[in-house]
């Protein structure tokens, strides 16, 4: 399995031991922000031919949920649990912050008790300051990559802010802050430089007037302090790496471990990238210049580099898919692609992505935080290629890749839901609903039953709006179904199939007695899972043009598929307006036909309304408080570690 992401991405390869030869199962997964950021999803302006030429031969995946930042999403994955059951549902681990992941089983390791060699290579951000939080301590055989939330995309550097506050003489950091706040029932501001508040004096203890959040928690250190490099081979530092571009050295490190592998062991390679999250300030974004440069048509200088780093990142989801079939993985793979939250367009480290036409952005509850684009590939699948509209969560991951990997479910204790038999057979979803999150502290939630979602508070008013849409409607090159074929994604689908994948096999497989009805091709439970497989491949080539002339890219589908995978509302609609910071009952909203959520259900529709609390409520009984520390800036601070950042905790 191959995991990617806009600003981390993650690879996973398994066996699936009950078939009748070794049998690789290589799952691939492309965490990427921004909806509009993927040429599937119906935009022009970043061609992302590879990304395309995998979701076109396999499910498209159409609401998708993930956390609405990095941290959570990141546990939610690893643990098959919602964050609020892990305590991990709050801001994303800093450099200094002296917590992780809690103890408990992760999905490598799950893998691990099937046979599996893990691998991970990228974005950690679960916990570094003691060496037991780190990858190859969490299940992981190897990791090359950086443990913090991000690093500049040559220096692998990244600069941390410390957080500090002083209220009436007194300092110290931001959970105190927060008691003190809230013990005087002040709402506490979330975001810098969101809110203003006045403490109200009570019994004469505090008298003080906070203006800012920027200037009442946050310390920014000045470019060159509190920073550190962030770079490693397991526990060791990788500074051989130093001026490489981050998105080749994690591609060049994934096509090696495929090329070494070796075929009779079942792998699970976890890839992911930096790309294209945003770096530190005064170096947000970075590209190879001769990338920038062949997207001259667009404007915005910002949006222009950003296209460079989703395009290199395409170019790696096309390197792996072509050295799984170098190496004769590919047809045994499973292929899933994903995003961990939305689109970051603007904020304190903006990326310039577009969630159009999705409301709101990273951090936020909004469709454009949490709905994430992605897809699955397989020759598994059947009935393919398609849209699917059914629920799945960043959760359902670890027990449904679980299944696909040979294990036995159900697993006990988990949030995520099985849906492998959902995904292969094109049966209805077993997930009917969605706890999107509960942060107790910004007093911020939301859920989804069905098609109906409630959303309560904001993380800041000032990301509740729509954002992107300008980039939707710039002039582009026209999209060019060919170079999806002509990819090396592409052209690697087409090679599976006419190589391995023989018409003279399908054809014996044809007369069998099981997989042909009346010369329709039908996998079903009871078959044995190698025929399975095979039917499926013949489903797949029985919507494409023949072989001999036509690559299994399905050319002639594109553009039905992408017009379906494109999402159909208008962000300025009229509707019932709601905003959830002030609206006591918060908003609900069909997110099935009103996707934009422009139209508040609520008020009209009260019992609804209360449904949906009563469900959150029932989530919010079985919440664990977050774990969120004060940081140690005194004793992480990389400049008493020869300049890196470490497992201080650990004395070392």
């Known amino acids: 399995?191959?995991?990617?992401?806009?600003?981390?991405?993650?690879?996973?390869?398994?066996?699936?031991?009950?078939?009748?030869?070794a049998h690789r199962e290589a799952e691939q997964r492309e965490i990427r922000d921004g909806w509009n950021d993927i040429s599937f999803h119906g935009s022009d302006q970043i061609p992302t031919p590879n990304i395309d030429a995998l979701a076109f031969n396999g499910v498209i995946l159409n609401s998708q949920y993930a956390q609405p930042v990095c941290t959570p999403s990141r546990a939610a994955l690893m643990t098959g649990k919602y964050p609020i059951h892990t305590g991990m549902q709050g801001y994303p681990l800093l450099g200094a912050e002296p917590r992780g992941l809690p103890p408990g089983k992760l999905l490598p390791e799950y893998l691990r008790d099937l046979g599996y060699t893990n691998r991970a290579i990228g974005k950690w951000h679960l916990g570094f300051y003691k060496r037991e939080l780190t990858p190859t301590y969490r299940g992981f055989d190897s990791h090359l990559g950086y443990w913090t939330g991000f690093v500049s995309y040559y220096d692998y550097i990244l600069?941390?802010?410390?957080?500090?506050?002083?209220?009436?003489?007194?300092?110290?950091?931001?959970?105190?802050?927060?008691?003190?706040?809230?013990?005087?029932?002040?709402?506490?501001?979330?975001?810098?430089?969101?809110?203003?508040?006045?403490v109200i004096q009570r019994k004469g203890r505090l008298k003080h007037c906070i203006t800012q959040y920027s200037s009442f928690l946050t310390k920014q250190y000045k470019d060159g302090e509190f920073n550190g490099f962030d770079l490693r081979r397991n526990l060791t530092l990788a500074r051989d790496l130093v001026g490489q571009y981050a998105t080749d050295v994690f591609t060049d490190e994934a096509v090696r471990l495929i090329s070494n592998h070796r075929e009779t062991e079942p792998l699970f390679l976890y890839l992911a990238h930096l790309a294209p999250h945003a770096g530190n300030k005064g170096k947000l974004l970075e590209a190879p210049q001769e990338i920038v440069n062949k997207f001259d048509y667009i404007a915005d200088p910002n949006r222009r580099t950003y296209a460079a780093m989703v395009s290199k990142l395409d170019d790696s989801v096309g390197r792996v898919t072509e050295a799984l079939q170098r190496k004769g993985m590919l047809g045994d793979s499973i292929i899933v692609f994903m995003s961990d939250n939305g689109g970051s367009t603007i904020g304190d480290f903006p990326n310039w992505a577009s969630n159009y036409p999705f409301r709101g952005l990273k951090d936020t509850l909004w469709e454009g935080g949490v709905r994430v684009p992605g897809f699955i590939w397989s020759p598994l699948l059947q009935q393919t290629p398609r849209v699917s509209n059914q629920v799945m969560h960043i959760t359902d991951w670890l027990p449904t890749l679980y299944t696909a990997a040979g294990g036995i479910p159900p697993l006990d204790g988990l949030d995520g839901v099985d849906q492998w038999e959902a995904l292969v057979y094109d049966l209805p979803s077993p997930r009917r609903e969605v706890l999107l999150n509960i942060n107790e502290k910004t007093r911020t939630a939301a859920v989804r039953y069905q098609n109906y979602k409630l959303i309560i508070g904001s993380t800041n008013p000032a990301y509740d709006e729509y954002f992107g849409a300008n980039w939707a409607a710039a002039a582009a090159p026209p999209y060019n179904s060919s170079a999806i074929t002509g990819s090396p994604a592409g052209a690697a689908i087409a090679q599976l199939y006419e190589s391995i994948y023989s018409q003279e096999t399908l054809n014996r497989l044809a007369s069998s007695q099981e997989g042909s009805v009346n010369g329709n091709y039908q996998a079903t439970p009871s078959m044995d899972r190698w025929i399975q497989f095979c039917v499926s491949v013949r489903v797949a080539l029985s919507?494409?043009?023949?072989?001999?002339?036509?690559?299994?890219?399905?050319?002639?589908?594109?553009?039905?598929?992408?017009?379906?995978?494109?999402?159909?509302?208008?962000?300025?609609?009229?509707?019932?307006?709601?905003?959830p910071a002030v609206s006591k009952g918060g908003c609900v909203y069909d997110v099935e036909r009103d996707p934009c959520e422009t139209n508040d259900l609520a008020v009209d529709h009260p019992d609804l309304a209360r449904s949906l609390r009563a469900l959150l409520v029932r989530h919010r009984r079985t919440l664990v408080p977050q774990g969120n520390?004060?940081?140690?800036?005194?004793?992480?601070?990389?400049?008493?570690?020869?300049?890196?950042?470490t497992t201080w905790g650990s004395g070392e």
């Open 1 to 21: 399995m191959f995991y990617c992401e806009a600003t981390h991405v993650r690879i996973y390869i398994g066996e699936m031991k009950q078939l009748p030869r």
């Open 159 to 198: 600069q941390d802010k410390d957080v500090k506050f002083s209220i009436d003489g007194i300092t110290g950091d931001e959970e105190i802050a927060f008691q003190i706040l809230t013990s005087y029932n002040v709402r506490v501001p979330t975001e810098a430089g969101a809110f203003r508040v006045q």
């Open 543 to 579: 919507l494409s043009e023949p072989l001999a002339s036509k690559s299994p890219t399905l050319a002639s589908r594109i553009p039905s598929l992408r017009l379906e995978a494109t999402l159909q509302c208008t962000p300025d609609s009229p509707g019932s307006s709601c905003d």
């Open 629 to 645: 520390l004060p940081t140690d800036s005194f004793n992480a601070d990389p400049a008493k570690w020869g300049g890196a950042w």
